[in-house]
């Protein structure tokens, strides 16, 4: 078969994506390999006509960069591509992303069914800022599908699933709830950071909309906040026309080229924080003050079929749990050399930090043991260094308890 006949693999789509913006007006072709930054602001008219009829949805030329960015179109174009949806939004970050995807599709008056489990700021979008402009949620547990059918009401807009969840690594059964929401014809919007693209396509499972805090794998280097969204072509057009231009949280470009620049390595790196996290969480499941290893690869966890079928691969981060709790938790986490106590995800250092204290401090305590947020948890993101430097520096750690 020639090489243009093929269909390009996912690390080859990563790297050579869908070329753009390769010829300069002059007609010169310019045939940059990394995508240029374009860094401006605001874009020319040719004269008034040309900028009334751009204002009024007849000429595609840019604006102004809150609306659109040529950088940021590549990026939005790839992640589409990627994802294996219409069309992409990028934006400032995933806070940015969960509000934009929310207030596109609910208004005051209407209701959420979510996952109890969420990243902390969504869980604090959900039960403090969007209740004051008359937006309700419900949190259940979506282990078992038949708690979304039975929290719907006739006001609900939108069932909101993060799977693999933040920390608990709760899968949710996206093809089941995604059946049980479209029968009241409700779109299902999966938050899907810790997968990527790479190792979970939520839109062919049945979801309608796919975020991501691109953060965290997707910018894969710990230098830039943002967020996606990808869904239908209409959808994101009324996401960025109307919402994303009135709240403002646009990306900046070269924000945008981090990302793109990211992406480029995506299928690498994940392939290595898989290969690391698998052995640091054999190594934990065997430490005699390990009480409890939560990841999704091990047969322990309770949804390792779920996984293995939903996802092409288990991801890069571990929660556990250690005796003596709380306290011995911290003494881990203080003593640590080669991991960072840090907040945030899908670097390439590795990063641990303390849920309940730290990303989750938003769930009261009796909301944390509801949702099955031990007070002791620990949450690594496992990075890319050589893993018997990992599992020497946990080793060193734990000793100390
Ligand atoms: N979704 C998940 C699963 C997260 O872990 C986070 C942040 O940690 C977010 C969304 C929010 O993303 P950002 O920090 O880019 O706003």
């Given at each position: 078969?020639?090489?243009?006949?093929?269909?390009?693999?996912?690390?080859?789509?990563?790297?050579?994506?869908?070329?753009?913006?390769?010829?300069?007006?002059?007609?010169?072709?310019?045939?940059?390999?990394?995508?240029?930054?374009?860094?401006?602001?605001?874009?020319?008219?040719?004269?008034?006509?040309?900028?009334?009829?751009?204002?009024?949805?007849?000429?595609?030329?840019?604006?102004?960069?809150?609306?659109?960015?040529?950088?940021?179109?590549?990026?939005?174009?790839?992640?589409?591509?990627?994802?294996?949806?219409?069309?992409?939004?990028?934006?400032?970050?995933?806070?940015?992303?969960?509000?934009?995807?929310?207030?596109?599709?609910?208004?005051?008056?209407?209701?959420?069914?979510?996952?109890?489990t969420l990243y902390g700021g969504t869980h604090q979008l959900f039960t403090q800022t969007l209740p004051r402009m008359g937006i309700t949620v419900t949190e259940v547990p979506v282990q078992e599908p038949a708690n979304v059918a039975a929290a719907i009401t006739k006001k609900t807009r939108l069932v909101y699933l993060e799977t693999p969840a933040n920390p608990t690594l709760v899968l949710s059964d996206i093809p089941a709830i995604a059946e049980i929401a479209?029968?009241?014809?409700?779109?299902?919007?999966?938050?899907?950071?810790?997968?990527?693209?790479?190792?979970?396509?939520?839109?062919?499972?049945?979801?309608?909309?796919?975020?991501?805090?691109?953060?965290k794998y997707i910018g894969g280097h710990g230098d830039t906040v943002a967020g996606i969204l990808v869904g239908k072509a209409d959808w994101i057009m009324t996401a960025r026309m109307e919402i994303l231009r009135d709240v403002g949280g646009c990306i900046s470009p070269f924000n945008a080229w981090l990302l793109l620049r990211g992406l480029k390595t995506l299928p690498v790196r994940m392939d290595r924080h898989m290969e690391n996290a698998m052995e640091i969480a054999h190594f934990l499941s065997y430490h005699p003050k390990v009480t409890r290893v939560i990841y999704p690869g091990l047969k322990t966890h309770p949804q390792h079929e779920l996984a293995k079928r939903q996802q092409r691969g288990f991801g890069g981060m571990i929660s556990f749990t250690v005796q003596g709790g709380r306290e011995a938790g911290s003494t881990v986490m203080d003593n640590v050399q080669l991991c960072t106590l840090a907040v945030s995800l899908g670097d390439v250092d590795t990063l641990i930090e303390h849920p309940a204290s730290m990303t989750h401090s938003t769930y009261s305590e009796e909301e944390l043991v509801r949702v099955g947020i031990d007070p002791g948890l620990v949450r690594l993101s496992v990075g890319l260094e050589n893993v018997e430097d990992i599992i020497a520096d946990l080793r060193q750690a734990l000793a100390l308890i």
């Open positions: 078969m020639k090489g243009k006949d093929r269909n390009p693999g996912f690390a080859t789509l990563c790297i050579h994506g869908k070329k753009h913006l390769n010829k300069h007006e002059s007609g010169r072709p310019i045939r940059a390999v990394s995508t240029p930054i374009f860094q401006s602001s605001t874009f020319a008219f040719e004269n008034v006509a040309h900028g009334a009829a751009v204002f009024r949805g007849e000429d595609p030329s840019y604006v102004y960069t809150r609306l659109g960015n040529p950088t940021q179109t590549a990026l939005e174009t790839e992640l589409a591509y990627l994802e294996k949806g219409e069309a992409a939004l990028a934006v400032a970050s995933g806070m940015a992303a969960a509000t934009t995807a929310v207030l596109t599709c609910c208004r005051s008056g209407d209701h959420i069914v979510a996952g109890d479209h029968r009241k014809g409700i779109p299902v919007l999966v938050d899907n950071t810790f997968c990527t693209p790479y190792l979970q396509n939520p839109l062919e499972l049945g979801a309608d909309i796919v975020l991501h805090s691109a953060t």
